[in-house]
């Protein structure tokens, strides 16, 4: 054994207690029914993957944030054919910035002889695995569910961890626009069901921007194009149109932009521009149908309580999405970024030798969701329920006479505890009220002769003696 | 993007396919519920800790298994301080038994320089550093469940894998015996709730195996006495009397525990064998006390269908336990090792700094219990239940006429899904029989002019058209 240590976990991730942990089981399990009820069906893949499998496919950004496992076994490595790069002293004391693309090479070449399998980035990359491996199994259109950590070596910082979950709902192999109007439903069932009421679910579509791209004559800018109209919300119009033409845009494209930046109104009225504006690119107008076949069945189907809203500026995940792009915002006034996204990708299994599968998915930001719920205080009281009743332990022949009953209440379903000590009552008392135990029940001598329980009720103090049937009902 | 790969998942891990995870999810639930009926609260860890908390805690081997993580940021180093070891080279093609002390010390140098992180092996040790380190939070005796996965670079080979789940519950900080009389209940409780029937809990005493070895002079020899004993199921009696021999057991110690050997019978019947052979051990005799103090609670409170058996023979863990020894053996008939194990240690927390803080506890062995729910065919039929209904795509019309049926039949809670293309209908309803979905919904040009939907029982392929509320009310 070590000498004591002061314990202490990696910077980014996180204990839960108790009430933590209750906590999000109930955005976890109200999530999932609904899932159910849309038919997705769930899956989990393991925590680490092949290293082949998640390397190059977030970028180099993303390679660089994923957390690698050192091989186990034999020491460092599972089989004796690494050879060490002979400047490896040097280039370890270098900087990334510093290496050359060959020494990265090198050291790259080093890191996978000592490492072959790395933590889950995402849930999206290891679906698109699952698929194509499982292809023979699975039946298309597959619609599946994931809730599972994931991890990335991001500099820590208020809400962003190490270790998070992600909460994914997806189907492959269609590419039915229905998907797309049932997801926002699914959004808007899940907030509705969590009682949270008033978001907004913003819609675009990748073909639009395309279209808008083309019509100002900046197809190949189209990601500058995006990245800066994405910003508009945040840097005002003058600071997006001085981006664009910093990265080249002319100034005649900027001003055909002109009516986007004054977009306003319901869906049919920015519709109505945008069909202005994109009169002439093909795909625009695609993306316009797209847009209004979604937002004509939405209308018709009412949604409960979230709200559908076209926003052009919308733009995550850009080099990803094919079609639609979604994004949920919380309700107003409350300070908080996206807390779900989504959209449709058309080639995501083809990096693993499945071409031509449309999927469209959406997630849910877990962490950003328990935040909202707690800041409007949402979580109902009932699912950080622990114990209802504790009994008080007066010595050996009380207590089994206590854990005969506390036998008995448990079979009818009361979580129900036996103090295990025959310690001072204070205590037993100090203990039922810090856990937020309502009741207790006493039997001390008198009782246990009488075969009574006197029952406790914290709050108010009362006390009333009881036969076991009747201690039963009441605690019911 | 790279180039097309064959995908494939490390070995000893698994993907999960949508039946497992149901079937896993049941196993875990039930066991979840009857946590919480005992007063058990959860609680849970990231999934990796700084290495210092994990190493040195499992012995040399376990040292070995454990999974570290490299360094992320500046690519191998988070802090560029590590000096390479000069003849890391050389070290490095040797295999682990050929280094010298002075080698693996350097090596393990390299490695903590390189990785200051390593996955969870346990949920003990864990549970440990979050105990000490939440001590000035935590309610004592603190009653904490504990289910998440844990990971091991063991050869992974039928049954055993390299990422697996753990679920144990516990109690720190009484040393009440009345904990282990509940913790047999809560094994009968939760078997009983999965209609397990049949198990037998086998319990044994620390105490009782020192009270031996002090008895037949073998003291010193606890360990080699004990691991002897344990084979007695396996090799038989003079296997391990002659493996006693070879470990320099006397062969009048030998002989004094001829009574060991044909114990037999009930509780009562082994526990006065016992206090003959032990009489002169006070230790000895504590253990029997516990025993059976621990055997009459029990009896008087009756378990549901499992059967607590003395096994003098037991010692899993014995450098760990110090009272009780909890083993669950599967009913009898189904071939499979232990499915649950526990017992009490005085001193786990001392580790991080908080001495005498005595614990005790029991796991559940899930991937276990769930190949014998398997083999005996116990898991509810209703548990991988999916989709109840899927409505038959026959074109955009008729298909947003479905999707306000279906989002009806959803708000009452019934799992539905519309087909999202138009396909042809073969292939319809080869998905509706691959997913198990007992029935299907035709809406064509007839049903839509007259509001009526026809509602096909899959088995019987019996059809009637039926009104919406009263397709409703037939699929509640």
Same mark, same amino acid.
């Given at each position: 054994?070590?000498?004591?240590?002061?314990?202490?976990?990696?910077?980014?991730? =996180?204990?839960?207690?108790?009430?933590?942990?209750?906590?999000?089981?109930?955005? /976890? +399990?109200?999530?999932?029914?609904?899932? *159910?009820?849309?038919?997705?069906?769930?899956?989990?893949? !393991? #925590?680490?993957?092949?290293?082949?499998?998640?390397?190059?496919?977030?970028?180099?950004?993303?390679?660089?944030?994923?957390?690698?496992?050192?091989?186990?076994?034999?020491?460092?490595?599972?089989? @004796?054919?690494?050879?060490?790069?002979?400047?490896?002293?040097?280039?370890?004391?270098?900087?990334?910035? $510093?290496?050359?693309?060959?020494?990265? /090479?090198?050291?790259?070449?080093?890191?996978?002889?000592?490492?072959?399998?790395?933590?889950?980035?995402?849930?999206?990359?290891?679906?698109?695995?699952?698929?194509?491996?499982?292809?023979?199994?699975?039946?298309?259109?597959? %619609?599946?569910? *994931?809730?599972?950590?994931?991890?990335?070596?991001?500099? !820590?910082? %208020?809400?962003?961890?190490?270790?998070?979950?992600?909460?994914?709902?997806?189907?492959?192999?269609?590419?039915?626009?229905?998907?797309?109007?049932?997801?926002?439903?699914?959004?808007?069932?899940?907030? @509705?069901?969590?009682?949270?009421?008033?978001?907004?679910?913003? /819609?675009?579509?990748?073909?639009?921007?395309?279209?808008?791209?083309?019509?100002?004559?900046?197809?190949?800018?189209?990601?500058?194009?995006?990245?800066?109209?994405?910003?508009?919300?945040?840097?005002?119009?003058?600071?997006?149109?001085?981006?664009? =033409?910093?990265?080249?845009?002319?100034?005649?494209?900027?001003?055909?932009?002109?009516?986007?930046?004054?977009?306003?109104?319901?869906?049919?009225?920015?519709?109505?521009?945008?069909?202005?504006?994109?009169?002439? #690119?093909?795909?625009?107008?695609?993306?316009?149908?797209?847009? +209004?076949?979604?937002?004509?069945?939405?209308?018709?189907?009412?949604?409960?309580?979230?709200?559908?809203?076209?926003?052009?500026?919308?733009?995550?995940?850009?080099?990803?999405?094919?079609?639609?792009?979604?994004?949920?915002?919380?309700?107003?006034?409350?300070?908080?970024?996206?807390?779900?996204?989504?959209?449709?990708?058309?080639?995501?299994?083809?990096?693993?030798?499945?071409?031509?599968?449309?999927?469209?998915?959406?997630?849910?930001?877990?962490? =950003?969701?328990?935040?909202?719920?707690?800041?409007?205080?949402? &979580?109902?009281?009932?699912?950080?329920?622990?114990?209802?009743?504790?009994?008080?332990? &007066?010595?050996?022949?009380?207590?089994?006479?206590?854990?005969?009953?506390?036998? *008995?209440?448990?079979? %009818?379903?009361?979580?129900?505890?036996?103090? !295990?000590?025959?310690?001072?009552?204070?205590?037993?008392?100090?203990?039922?009220?810090?856990?937020?135990?309502?009741?207790?029940?006493?039997?001390?001598?008198?009782?246990? $002769?009488?075969?009574?329980?006197?029952?406790?009720?914290?709050?108010?103090?009362?006390?009333?003696?009881?036969?076991?049937?009747?201690?039963?009902?009441?605690?019911?």
């Amino acid at each position: 054994m070590n000498m004591a240590q002061k314990p202490s976990i990696p910077k980014g991730t =996180r204990d839960f207690n108790a009430e933590a942990v209750a906590k999000r089981s109930y955005i /976890i +399990e109200t999530t999932k029914e609904q899932f *159910q009820l849309y038919g997705f069906q769930p899956i989990e893949t !393991p #925590s680490f993957e092949n290293s082949e499998t998640l390397m190059g496919k977030y970028g180099d950004e993303g390679d660089r944030l994923i957390f690698k496992i050192l091989n186990s076994g034999n020491f460092l490595f599972e089989k @004796n054919t690494i050879e060490l790069p002979e400047s490896l002293n040097t280039l370890m004391l270098k900087s990334l910035d $510093e290496l050359s693309i060959s020494e990265k /090479i090198e050291l790259n070449k080093f890191t996978d002889g000592i490492s072959g399998k790395a933590l889950r980035y995402d849930l999206t990359v290891p679906f698109a695995r699952y698929v194509v491996q499982h292809q023979n199994d699975i039946v298309f259109p597959f %619609k599946r569910y *994931q809730i599972q950590p994931v991890w990335r070596a991001d500099r !820590p910082q %208020k809400g962003r961890f190490r270790e998070f979950y992600q909460c994914d709902a997806d189907v492959v192999g269609s590419k039915s626009l229905f998907q797309e109007v049932e997801f926002v439903q699914l959004y808007d069932a899940v907030f @509705n069901a969590l009682k949270l009421d008033g978001v907004t679910i913003k /819609i675009n579509n990748r073909k639009i921007l395309s279209g808008i791209a083309e019509v100002i004559g900046a197809q190949d800018k189209l990601i500058d194009f995006t990245v800066a109209l994405d910003k508009l919300d945040k840097i005002g119009e003058e600071k997006v149109k001085e981006e664009m =033409r910093s990265k080249g845009i002319s100034e005649e494209g900027i001003s055909k932009l002109q009516p986007l930046f004054s977009l306003k109104g319901d869906f049919g009225n920015q519709v109505k521009s945008l069909k202005s504006i994109l009169s002439v #690119s093909e795909i625009g107008l695609e993306g316009i149908k797209e847009l +209004e076949f979604i937002n004509t069945a939405i209308s018709n189907l009412k949604l409960k309580t979230a709200t559908l809203q076209l926003d052009v500026t919308l733009a995550r995940g850009l080099n990803y999405y094919t079609g639609a792009i979604f994004e949920v915002s919380a309700p107003e006034g409350v300070k908080m970024g996206s807390i779900g996204g989504g959209g449709r990708y058309d080639d995501l299994t083809s990096i693993f030798g499945k071409p031509d599968t449309s999927g469209v998915g959406i997630s849910f930001g877990l962490d =950003r969701i328990y935040l909202v719920l707690e800041e409007l205080g949402l &979580f109902p009281n009932t699912i950080t329920d622990a114990t209802k009743v504790l009994f008080i332990n &007066f010595g050996e022949k009380e207590a089994l006479a206590c854990l005969e009953a506390v036998t *008995q209440l448990r079979q %009818k379903g009361i979580k129900a505890e036996l103090y !295990p000590d025959a310690a001072k009552m204070k205590k037993q008392m100090t203990y039922a009220n810090r856990r937020n135990i309502p009741y207790v029940v006493l039997v001390g001598k008198e009782e246990l $002769e009488s075969k009574m329980f006197t029952l406790k009720t914290m709050e108010t103090g009362t006390q009333e003696k009881l036969k076991l049937q009747d201690l039963l009902q009441a605690l019911l």
